[in-house]
């Protein structure tokens, strides 16, 4: 739904932070520095605010071509 605020960042299994948007609206193309990523497990972290109340989420998803 709608929120105040929304970070969100993927890294890849070396921690190296691949993607950043504060768009909650955001769409990764699967891609770093415009190059394609290979198939494997992400990891994402979230920010996400509404009315002052904060939430945080972290999880894996899994690119595949």
């Known amino acids: 739904g709608n929120v105040d605020y929304f970070f969100m ?4 299994r070396w ?8 768009s909650i609206d ?4 699967g891609t770093y520095k415009g190059i394609p990523c290979p198939m494997g497990v992400y990891v994402y972290f979230i920010i996400a605010e509404k009315n002052r109340i904060t939430d945080k989420y972290k999880g ?6």
């Open 9 to 12: 960042k993927i890294y890849n």
């Open 15 to 22: 921690g190296e932070n691949i993607y950043t948007t504060y």
């Open 26 to 29: 955001f769409n990764w193309d």
């Open 60 to 65: 894996n998803i899994t690119l595949i071509r």
